[in-house]
């Protein structure tokens, strides 16, 4: 059966470990001056600044290529303690030019699920254990949800790449071939920068 072809940006699915993703986020602020749509399942940047108080960093959609990814969005807010908007209770993804808060999954060791984009070819399992970029796809206004998937035809054999693939999500669902799901570590993660040794 063929993989259905419903790319929703990355889902946290567990910990590296192999314990469920329990859950937790952390709050982060993105700015009126920020002019992208940004939806559930989108990564985000660091953006260098907070909100007024300090203790939210500011945070914008990474692109292909970017190096300070932070984690993934699970949720929006007008106010950092509640996630939601009372004014608009079927707001479902954080509109252009709108001051809000996101729920973001930041922990580097949380294993997301994402949909490769089979561009040129689909992922073989001799992939597994290389690192890849993602695509931005853009996303559903109706459902909320990311369009972002993995980039096939940027499956790199050393170790750049923001994504690690790290194997076939174990589904009847779901096959190697076309729109296949992986599960995936944001290798490229603001809080896990390789560090260099150097002997002195």
């Avoid at 807010?77 to 252009?96: E, F």
């Avoid at 984009?117 to 689909?122: A, F, M, P, V």
Wanted: aromatic share 6%.
């Amino acid at each position: 059966m063929a993989n259905l072809d419903r790319p929703s940006g990355l889902k946290p699915v567990k910990h590296l470990s192999g314990a469920p993703w329990n859950g937790k986020a952390n709050v982060y602020y993105i700015p009126s001056t920020d002019n992208d749509n940004i939806f559930i399942g989108d990564v985000v940047k660091l953006a260098g600044s907070a909100d007024a108080t300090g203790m939210y960093p500011t945070v914008a959609q990474s692109d292909a290529g970017d190096v300070t990814n932070v984690g993934v969005v699970i949720g929006f807010g007008l106010q950092p303690q509640v996630m939601g908007n009372p004014d608009n209770l079927t707001m479902k993804y954080r509109a252009a030019a709108v001051a809000m808060y996101a729920l973001v999954v930041d922990d580097p060791f949380v294993i997301f699920e994402v949909q490769e984009d089979s561009d040129g070819g689909s992922i073989a399992a001799t992939s597994v254990g290389l690192a890849a970029n993602f695509v931005n796809g853009g996303g559903s206004t109706t459902t909320g949800l990311s369009g972002v998937e993995l980039d096939s035809s940027d499956v790199s054999t050393d170790t750049a790449g923001q994504l690690r693939i790290l194997r076939a999500v174990n589904r009847p669902d779901n096959a190697l071939g076309d729109n296949c799901k992986w599960e995936v570590l944001l290798a490229e993660h603001a809080y896990r920068e390789q560090v260099t040794v150097v002997d002195v």
